[in-house]
């Protein structure tokens, strides 16, 4: 157990809804990280905040969007959903920016 | 543009036997590199990582090779157990710019017995 915890776990929804994945980082990470993987892919970067303010940016849709509360929850919004954004979304946090990054469990969305 | 390659997708080795994982990147600006095991239906866990000033890591069974010039690491676990089997993702970064990490699309490791 990585620390890092993610809902829903499974979730399936029609094209053109919204959904909200949720992650909850290891207790004293500042840093938050969502990475997509697709089918037999690798993961691929989504966003990055620290501490309540994004970071870093990868190649994230203009349909999807994120972000840290106060108390350093995070956030990953998903709308105007088509069939290709079926994937595993994971979060990860670290302490820092530099500090190794920890995984959760993940989020399986199908989109139907 | 994969700028981390493992061209491998499966490898199946004898219980006791050595393990080698190989990773191939092509961005010159990655300075730190990590390993990460996955099991199904969980999410990948670190597993040993390698900074670009060093050519070897260990960590019991399992050590990081890096060969900078070549652009290459690769993972050696000795021996292998079962227990080993997982998918393994080789992952890079620049820690200059930015800290996201940039995965290989993985090597799915079957220990036999």
């Known amino acids: 157990d990585s620390g890092v915890t993610q809902t829903p776990k499974h979730l399936i929804t029609a094209t053109g809804q919204r959904v909200t994945l949720r992650c909850s980082p290891r207790s004293g990470d500042l840093s938050v990280y969502w990475y997509q993987q697709s089918l037999d892919q690798g993961l691929q970067f989504l966003i990055q905040y620290y501490n309540g303010e994004e970071r870093a940016k990868g190649n994230i849709l203009e349909r999807f969007s994120a972000q840290q509360f106060p108390d350093l929850h995070s956030e990953l919004n998903l709308s105007s959903l088509e069939l290709g954004d079926s994937a595993l979304y994971f979060c990860?946090?670290?302490?820092?920016?530099?500090?190794?990054?920890?995984f959760g469990p993940g989020t399986r969305l199908t989109v139907l | 543009d994969q700028q981390v390659k493992q061209n491998s997708p499966s490898l199946s080795v004898q219980e006791g036997r050595i393990s080698i994982l190989n990773c191939d990147y092509t961005?010159?600006?990655?300075?730190?590199f990590l390993w990460y095991k996955k099991y199904p239906a969980e999410g990948p866990t670190f597993l040993i990582s390698?900074?670009?000033?060093?050519d070897k890591n260990e960590d019991g069974r399992f050590t990081v090779f890096l060969n900078k010039s070549a652009k290459h690491l690769s993972l050696h676990i000795v021996p292998s157990q079962p227990g080993d089997s997982a998918v393994y993702f080789c992952?890079?970064?620049?820690?200059?710019?930015?800290?996201?990490?940039?995965f290989g699309t993985g090597t799915r490791l079957q220990v036999t017995l």
């Open positions: 390698i900074s670009s000033i060093k």
């Open positions: 961005n010159s600006m990655f300075d730190y």
């Open positions: 990860a946090s670290s302490l820092s920016p530099i500090e190794t990054q920890y």
């Open positions: 992952a890079a970064r620049n820690t200059g710019t930015a800290s996201k990490l940039t």
